[in-house]
């Protein structure tokens, strides 16, 4: 089976605190890309990362950071120093390919609910 | 600014109506999608396009079928739209490798 799970369905903590949304993947493909997404209350996709599976370095922009490990198929996200503004459902995705081996399709897992109170 | 536009944005139907969503892009990619999203599970992919009049089916694709007769129009339709499709339905569109998505902002369905 090729899926992502998201096992937190909801978090929340107080401004400030740090907050680690994990994702773990299955996947029998040894290419793929790994994505996480942001979804404001305006209910728009943002792009927040990109990782191939070639590619286990871990990344930080700003406040936030990556952490992809083979190892576990994990690849779980970080937000430091949290702000209300970070409130929101994010979303890990594989990109995968299909049965027949030659297009590709992004799979997400159910989201992580996110809720920063002041 | 994204080159993806969906439309309508949001739409009221009555069940049993045939209903269709449509997704326009402006980036000549090869790749295009449809997803709903429904509270609890994520988006789960409906059918997508990899050229031309090539089209596959996705996860939760029985009720909907889909049409590409060109590049950047991808139709999603409900023939006699249910209740249980009343959703947020997402278009998107990516490279020939899939390695970039960019996604449209929606469209709101409601069938009553």
């Known amino acids: 089976a090729q899926k992502v799970t998201q096992a937190q369905t909801e978090i929340s903590v107080v401004e400030k605190e740090d907050v680690t949304l994990d994702c773990v993947y299955e996947?029998?493909?040894?290419?793929?890309?790994l994505f996480w997404y942001k979804q404001p209350p305006s209910g728009e996709l943002v792009f927040l990362i990109r990782?191939?599976?070639?590619?286990?370095q871990n990344e930080i922009s700003g406040r936030y950071s990556w952490n992809f490990q083979k190892s576990t198929s994990s690849f779980n996200f970080t937000i430091t120093a949290s702000q209300v503004v970070d409130s929101a459902v994010y979303f890990c995705?594989?990109?995968?390919?299909?049965?027949?081996?030659?297009?590709?399709?992004?799979?997400f897992g159910k989201g992580t609910l996110l809720t920063v109170n002041p | 600014d994204a080159g993806i536009t969906q439309s309508p944005r949001h739409k009221v139907t009555e069940t049993g109506t045939p209903v269709t969503l449509r997704c326009h892009q402006t980036?000549?990619?090869?790749?295009m999608y449809w997803y709903r999203q429904d509270p609890g599970h994520g988006l789960r992919l409906i059918h997508y396009?990899?050229?031309?009049?090539?089209?596959d089916k996705g996860e939760v694709s029985d009720g909907y079928s889909v049409s590409r007769s060109k590049t950047e129009d991808f139709l999603l339709t409900l023939e006699s739209a249910t209740s249980s499709q009343t959703s947020v339905y997402f278009c998107?569109?990516?490279?020939?490798?899939?390695?970039?998505?960019?996604f449209g902002s929606g469209t709101r369905l409601t069938v009553v």
């Open positions: 998107a569109i990516s490279d020939w490798q899939g390695k970039g998505y960019t």
């Open positions: 996947t029998r493909d040894t290419t793929y890309y």
């Open positions: 990782r191939n599976s070639f590619d286990e």
């Open positions: 995705a594989l990109n995968i390919k299909n049965s027949g081996g030659s297009n590709y399709k992004l799979t």
């Open positions: 980036e000549n990619h090869r790749y």
């Open positions: 396009s990899y050229g031309v009049k090539d089209t």
